[in-house]
């Protein structure tokens, strides 16, 4: 689609996964389950203002499409970078995940969209983990949405939107359900809440808690699977997100970019420990 959008040019994407499972002889019922979800999200795309392949695609067509994401991005040119599930382990749990894409420009994020499929409907839920399938369900007549929104922002504008997402079977609006998000007002740090990564391999969550007492916060951590975090940021549901991976951990692109920029235009601000930008120009490996 992105290929389509752009006059068929040959598209740069830098992605995290690659066709080697897929292809594997004993794979077979994964690959037809993947090429029967492919064509029946993309024989939706006409719900949300794109056009739909004349034909179903076929399973080499779909391998070829995935392992056309193989760029190792770099500081030169334009480089789209896709994580398509980020927080694996929430959505297998049935918890938050994220889908993200962002496009980066002589190594500068320009553009982000962070797709939130669980994103509650209240913040308080944010944090529920394993009970979170038994949080109530809205009926799909109600005009309020249950859960699951979509984030994006553009650099430089100074703006950050939301589209909640489409339940039952809704059109697409977009101008009219878009809401503008903007990082919290709180600048108290009694009163800010911080969020941090749910796994204590993926970051330090005690040396998180000293930062967070020599700050002066008081409030229980929210811990939360995925780039939902900088989402909650963005949308002003929490004040702070800290991570602090263990030495050698190289953290990956896909992992920040579409967040990063959309927190930025939504009023906050992103760095690494020692106050720097983060660095989206390196190469890939
Ligand atoms: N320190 C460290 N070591 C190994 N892997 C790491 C680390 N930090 C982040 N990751 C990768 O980032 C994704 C989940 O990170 P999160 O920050 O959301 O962590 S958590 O799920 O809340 O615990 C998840 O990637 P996905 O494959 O996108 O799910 C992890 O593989
Ligand atoms: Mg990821």
Redesign the pocket.
């Known amino acids: 689609m992105l290929s389509a959008s752009f006059s068929n040019q040959k598209v740069s994407i830098v992605a ?1 996964e690659d066709v080697q499972t897929l292809s594997n002889s004993d794979s077979v019922g994964l690959l037809t389950a993947v090429v029967n979800t492919v064509n029946e999200c993309l024989a939706e795309a006409p719900k949300y203002g794109l056009q739909s392949p004349k034909e179903a695609l076929g399973t080499s067509q779909i391998l070829e499409a995935i392992s056309r994401c193989n760029s190792t991005g770099g500081r030169n040119g334009r480089h789209w970078v896709l ?1 398509p ?6 959505f297998v749990r049935g918890d938050q995940y994220a889908v993200a894409l962002a496009l980066i420009e002589e190594g500068k994020v320009v553009i982000g969209v962070l797709g939130c499929p669980n994103y509650p409907r209240k913040k308080e839920w944010l944090n529920h983990h394993q009970s979170y399938q038994s949080m109530p369900k809205m009926s799909d007549t109600s005009d309020t949405w249950e859960k699951g929104c979509v984030l994006y922002a553009q650099r430089g504008s100074g703006e950050a939107w939301m589209q909640p997402l489409i339940h039952g079977n809704k059109k697409h609006t977009w101008s009219n359900s878009a809401q503008r998000v903007q990082v919290s007002a709180i600048d108290d740090p009694a009163l800010a809440t911080f969020c941090e ?3 204590k ?3 330090n969550h005690s040396f998180t808690a000293g930062v967070a007492h020599s700050m002066g916060l008081n409030k229980q951590p929210l ?4 780039m939902v ?1 900088y989402a909650a940021i963005a949308r002003g549901d929490a004040e702070i997100f800290m ?1 602090f ?2 030495s050698g ?1 190289k953290e990956k692109i896909w ?1 920040h970019a579409a967040g990063v920029i959309i927190v930025e235009e939504a009023g906050g601000v992103v760095t690494d420990a020692g106050g720097h930008p983060l660095d989206f120009s390196g190469v890939c490996t």
């Open positions: 995290e994580d599930v980020d927080g694996t382990l929430g990564p749910v796994e391999a993926n970051t811990r939360v699977h995925s975090k991570k991976a263990q951990y992992d």
